[in-house]
């Protein structure tokens, strides 16, 4: 069993989870999973995430707004992001970004929302967790013009465009999808990232890896995607768990699990 698994990017607080979520995010200890980080994608889910983190110790939260809900961003919301940001165990400002696949809000809406919750981030010296799809030349204008500290969650662009994350010093995040036959790119990443800027993620219920593709991901699937980023660095399962929980600990600011050290 790999220990130390540390799910960078989760929604628990999804409808597709209210059957069982109390039983299986009780599961976790026993498995392996010992951190969660809860994203936000609406105001709703912000409060949802920081009432699980009261629930459950290892779990923690980020506040913000998603580019699908980027119509909530107004100055009242902000102050409101600004209040729950201040909860103990909210540990970072997403998921926020920019979403050009549907653009169901249009672009000339989602990049203020963006920026206003960059700025916020930098207001507050927190880390971000970034959503970009199909928006890569907006996304890095932006992060560099901010400069935030943070994680680019669900990463599937270029290994340019990830060396550029990377000299901005932030991370990139894996899902499930390294597990896919038609991954190319996102393995040619991984050749190139560095394994102490590398987070692994479910984004569940959504991005199960392989063999549960289409099926509702959690948590303990995570193991398939240690172990796929493992052969590609020719290194064990528990190593790639190891190091990118010591990541993710370092950067959203949590105590490393017991037996874990630097």
Same mark, same amino acid.
């Given at each position: 069993m790999v220990h130390h698994i540390f799910d960078s990017h989760?929604?628990?607080?999804?409808?597709?989870?209210?059957?069982?979520? #109390?039983?299986? &995010?009780?599961s976790f200890p026993a498995v392996g999973v010992c951190r969660v980080l809860n994203? #936000?994608?609406? &105001?709703?889910?912000s409060r949802a995430g920081i009432a699980l983190g009261k629930e459950y110790p290892f779990l923690y939260s980020a506040v913000?707004?998603?580019?699908?809900?980027a119509d909530e961003i107004t100055p009242q919301s902000l102050a409101l992001l600004r209040e729950l940001a201040g909860e103990e165990k909210v540990k970072a400002i997403g998921e926020i970004g920019l979403d050009y696949h549907y653009e169901d809000i249009p672009r000339q809406r989602q990049i203020p929302a963006f920026e206003a919750q960059l700025q916020l981030a930098g207001e507050?010296?927190?880390?971000?967790i970034i959503h970009s799809r199909e928006a890569v030349e907006d996304t890095m204008r932006l992060l560099n013009q901010y400069w935030p500290k943070g994680v680019v969650h669900c990463f599937s662009g270029s290994v340019e465009t990830a060396k550029e994350v990377l000299r901005l010093?932030?991370?990139i995040g894996v899902t499930g999808v390294i597990t896919f036959k038609n991954a190319r790119r996102i393995r040619e990443v991984m050749e190139a990232v560095p394994l102490d800027h590398l987070l692994i993620e479910t984004d569940c219920p959504y991005m199960?890896?392989?063999p549960y593709r289409g099926k509702r991901c959690d948590s303990t699937m995570l193991p398939r995607m240690a172990e796929a980023i493992?052969?590609?660095?020719?290194?064990?399962?528990?190593?790639?768990?190891?190091?990118?929980?010591?990541?993710?600990?370092?950067?959203?600011?949590?105590?490393l699990p017991e037996g874990l050290g630097e």
């Open positions: 989760a929604h628990y607080d999804d409808e597709r989870f209210c059957e069982d979520r #109390g039983e299986l &995010l009780s994203a #936000g994608c609406n &105001l709703e889910a913000g707004c998603h580019p699908d809900a507050l010296d927190m880390p971000v010093g932030m991370y199960a890896p392989e493992a052969a590609i660095k020719g290194i064990t399962a528990q190593e790639v768990a190891d190091a990118t929980c010591r990541n993710a600990c370092r950067l959203f600011d949590i105590p």
